[in-house]
């Protein structure tokens, strides 16, 4: 059974930051990628940042750049992604996905391509506001 857990959202100041944390467990295929989605209210879901799991290439969404820093520590089958210097605009509800395709950039964006198998953690909020 596969399973993505979130955890490490909350209720920050701008400027702050938090560390969100994906323990993920059950897969009984190759994965990809691993990242962080996102989708504020009244917004559609847009992909914030990505690992690549064959050569730890990493991926960032243009808001996110030099704020944001992606990390996977495989013995605990974990990935990270570090938030600083926070902004009220990251607002939103966090998820971890998986993909058994490679993550790429688009348009400003982090995407899974849709033609592979993808699975969803529930979802974190992180709210920045003073």
């Known amino acids: 059974q596969v399973q993505l857990v979130e955890s490490g959202g909350g209720l920050v100041l701008p400027g702050g930051s938090l560390r969100l944390s994906c323990a993920f467990s059950?897969?009984?295929?190759?994965?990809?990628?691993i990242g962080w989605f996102r989708q504020a209210p009244g917004k559609e879901r847009e992909g914030v940042s990505a690992?690549?799991?064959?050569?730890?290439?990493?991926f960032y969404a243009d808001s996110v750049k030099g704020r944001f820093t992606i990390s996977r520590d495989n013995a605990k089958n974990t990935v990270y992604l570090q938030m600083n210097s926070l902004k009220p605009e990251d607002t939103a509800v966090y998820y971890c996905?998986?993909?058994?395709?490679?993550?790429?950039?688009?348009?400003?964006?982090?995407?899974?391509?849709?033609?592979?198998?993808?699975?969803w953690g529930q979802g974190t909020q992180v709210t920045v506001s003073p």
């Open positions: 996905a998986v993909s058994s395709l490679e993550p790429y950039y688009c348009s400003g964006y982090v995407c899974y391509d849709e033609r592979g198998s993808q699975f």
């Open positions: 059950g897969f009984t295929l190759d994965y990809h990628g």
């Open positions: 690992i690549s799991n064959s050569d730890g290439s990493t």
